[in-house]
């Protein structure tokens, strides 16, 4: 009796960690949580990425480039992004087709970014840690050159 119990509780325990897919996509990320987000999708696959088309007004998923879903847009077209360059700083990526893109691999690997949006900045370029917010991309900057100098 007690086992059966016991397994009862477990399962009960299981069953509510696992969401179905609508209830994830429901969910709306920001950009603090977007590593987190985009995880919850990953199920055996190589690679999920989020794009937003060209205005912004319409993002999808996408699970190793197949179509997951569509969710609801959380940025504009004001978003930039930009990678750091040792000698040079921050460099700003050129938009392509696409407004925003971001993708994340199954060792929890993100692009390695800085993602400008609304006055604040957004550092993606620690591999396994979550994304650090800074009032602005010179904060960004200034972080990764004290970084620099300890490692020198």
Not at 11 to 28: C, G, N, V
Not at 80 to 90: H, I, P, S, V
Not at 93 to 113: M, Y
Request: aromatic share 12%; net charge neutral.
């Amino acid at each position: 009796m007690i086992v059966i119990v016991i397994i009862g509780v477990v399962y009960t325990l299981a069953l509510s960690k696992i969401k179905a897919p609508e209830e994830l996509t429901a969910q709306k990320p920001t950009l603090l949580t977007l590593k987190s987000y985009l995880l919850q999708f990953m199920q055996k696959a190589q690679q999920v990425s989020l794009v937003c088309d060209d205005t912004c007004k319409r993002c999808t998923l996408y699970r190793d480039g197949k179509r997951i879903s569509d969710i609801e847009p959380f940025l504009d077209s004001s978003v930039e992004l930009y990678r750091y360059d040792f000698f040079l700083g921050a460099v700003a990526l050129p938009k392509k087709e696409n407004c925003f893109s971001f993708s994340i691999d199954r060792d929890g690997v993100s692009d390695q970014v800085f993602i400008l949006y609304k006055g604040k900045a957004y550092d993606y370029t620690n591999y396994f840690q979550k994304p650090k917010m800074y009032d602005s991309l010179d904060g960004i900057i200034a972080a990764k050159e004290q970084l620099q100098e300890v490692l020198q």
